[in-house]
């Protein structure tokens, strides 16, 4: 089994920790320096947020800027519809930019923001009763 490590530039590591913190995840100390923050997302999921210089030295060239423009978009899970409207909700609050408004789509529930440094984040439940095999 492979584990998902999605590596983001941060400009302010400690605001964009207290950020995912806010919305209800783990930071693990022991893989977190002041560099970077490891959030937990799941058993097999890491988010690294990393200052943008540490991000840099990890590629050629300059990383884009998520506050211009998105340079990805990253989907979440969630267990309910109601998890979805709270997710959204702490983000909002926890100083996230709002994206698209909580609708639905066919089986799905969707609502998006943007973190404090302009990455996108989309929160979907996906209603397994009527997804079609």
Known sequence: MSMLFVKLPVRDLG????????LG???EETS????????????????????????AALLPGE??????????VHALTA????????????????????GLPAREE????????ADPDGNVWEVVWIDQLHVVN
């Open 25 to 27: 995840f783990r930071v």
């Open 106 to 113: 066919d089986a799905r529930y969707t609502g998006s923001f």
């Open 79 to 98: 267990g309910s519809r109601e998890e979805v409207d709270d997710r959204l909700a702490r983000a909002a609050v926890a100083g996230g930019r709002p």
């Open 63 to 72: 990383p884009g800027d998520p506050a211009q423009a998105p340079t990805a």
């Open 32 to 55: 977190s320096d002041d560099g970077e923050a490891a959030v937990v997302l799941g058993d097999d999921q890491v988010l690294s947020l990393q200052t943008r210089e540490r991000f």
């Open 15 to 22: 605001a964009a920790r207290a950020f995912y913190e806010a």
